[in-house]
């Protein structure tokens, strides 16, 4: 890497959100400083890089805080532009569209996969958020028809935006159907999804990165033990 | 009807819409001619609901056939086809930080000021301090520039906010504030909006927009 530039990335790989950074920064083949984080506490560096909403992931470059993962992504995309392929799509138009499955990803997907890592296997509102979590992934196959153009990534011959914003989730997809019960990753369902899962999962970029469904598994319950322990304030 | 859709660019859109006119404004910024149609929210067009078939809701550009939806998505789309004027700045950080504080107007104005006209007692009081921290967060990026985007460039920021500045007056007459008081410099950079000929054509006035609020209380039983 250039002499002189500093570049750390804040977080925990359990988050998906941090894993993004991570994958757009091996796209690129960028050194960085991994700062982990203590689950349950937040860093001073963390709240002084990140005032507005004190979460991870912040990458700081030389200095200098960028937050929000996809904000993050889009950074690196642009600085590191002549190392390694465009994570972005050139063409306006599926730039479009892949920010806006992104956002769909995030506003849509997410809330109900965090509904499903504190639910109770039998509950019914388990079972619905299981099928919401299904149907939006229904969407997306349908997505990935369209962005990957028969190619093996929504990006194309290389992962990419979208890819990076959905299967930073993978990992917690498959927790998710041991803690809560639910089937979310069906082959008959989403067949092609499943392909390309795979081939995300062992992209060289990614294949690291990907956290172990178990060892998630683990981590969530450490999560609700706290969240139970904790006083209510 | 869906031949003109075919052709050129095609806003489909809501009147009061504060999501709508960051696109109205950004088309005007770039100086790019298109069709307007007015929604019925309450009757949406056979073309909305096929142009937007995810979520079924306005604005949606319709640009050679093509939907583009999620208002700062279309802004950036209109940006990137139409390059000259730019609305985000050349380095790669501070394009970062706009993005930035364009997602902390989407993530926090629209559901605040909801909150605010739609509740009563302690939850409209607890609105009313989120609106003010807020406001005061955005007033803080602001600082001391003629705009977001720098002493001359209205930009990437100030397109996603201007819209909201139709609110200010119903988020001060609901919650019984003054924006001026609390945050001078955003309330002064809200005036500046204002004399800018893309915002002033594309915002209703500020009573227009307190009217309509009216009628939506009405319509979920808030006294």
């Not at chain 1, 990534?153 to 803690?179: H, M, N, T």
């Not at chain 2, 050349?90 to 006209?117: I, M, Q």
Request: proline residues 5%; charged residues 30%; aromatic residues 10%.
């Amino acid at each position: 890497m250039a002499g002189g530039q500093e570049l750390k990335l804040l977080g925990l790989w359990e988050s998906p959100f941090v894993v993004r950074s991570g994958i757009a920064l091996n796209l690129k083949g960028v050194d960085y400083e991994f700062l982990e984080e203590v689950p349950g506490t937040k860093s001073e560096l963390l709240l002084k890089s990140n005032p507005v909403y004190k979460k991870m992931p912040v990458l700081i470059h030389n200095g200098k805080p960028i937050c929000e993962s996809m904000i993050i992504v889009q950074y690196i995309d642009e600085v590191w532009a002549a190392a390694g392929p465009s994570i972005l799509p050139s063409d306006p138009y599926d730039r479009a569209i892949a920010r806006f499955w992104a956002v769909y990803i995030d506003d849509k997907l997410f809330p109900y996969l965090r509904k499903l890592i504190i639910a109770k296997a039998d509950d019914e509102e388990t079972a619905e958020a299981a099928e919401q979590v299904i149907a939006g992934l229904q969407l997306l196959e349908e997505a990935f028809v369209k962005c990957s153009k028969g190619k093996d990534f929504f990006g194309g011959e290389s992962v990419g935006y979208l890819d990076i914003a959905l299967g930073c989730y993978l990992g917690w997809l498959k927790a998710l159907e041991k803690l809560a019960g639910v089937k979310l990753l069906d082959k008959e369902k989403i067949p092609l999804l499943m392909g390309w899962a795979e081939r995300f999962c062992s992209a060289d970029a990614v294949k690291e990165l990907i956290p172990e469904a178990d060892k998630l598994v683990e981590f969530a319950k450490m999560v609700r033990a706290r969240q139970n322990a904790a006083a209510p304030n | 009807m869906a031949a003109a859709a075919e052709k050129g660019v095609v806003l489909l859109d809501f009147w009061v819409s504060p999501f709508g006119q960051r696109c109205r404004i950004a088309l005007a910024e770039k100086g790019v001619e298109y069709e307007y149609k007015e929604e019925n929210l309450s009757d949406k067009s056979p073309l909305l609901l096929k142009m937007n078939p995810v979520h079924k809701k306005i604005p949606v550009l319709i640009h050679h056939g093509k939907p583009i939806c999620e208002s700062l998505i279309i802004v950036q789309y209109i940006e990137e086809v139409w390059s000259h004027n730019p609305l985000l700045p050349s380095n790669p950080y501070e394009r970062a930080k706009a993005r930035f504080w364009a997602d902390f107007v989407d993530k926090k104005v629209a559901e605040c000021g909801t909150r605010l006209w739609k509740l009563k007692g302690e939850a409209q009081e607890e609105a009313k301090k989120d609106m003010i921290e807020i406001l005061k967060l955005l007033e803080g990026e602001l600082g001391d520039k003629k705009y977001f985007g720098g002493e001359k460039t209205f930009g990437f920021v100030d397109v996603a906010l201007a819209p909201f500045t139709a609110w200010f007056y119903t988020y001060e007459t609901c919650g019984k504030f003054s924006i001026e008081n609390e945050c001078p410099k955003l309330a002064a950079w809200a005036k500046r909006c204002k004399e800018r000929k893309t915002v002033s054509e594309s915002l209703h006035d500020p009573h227009k927009v307190y009217e309509y609020v009216g009628k939506l209380k009405k319509k979920y039983g808030v006294e």
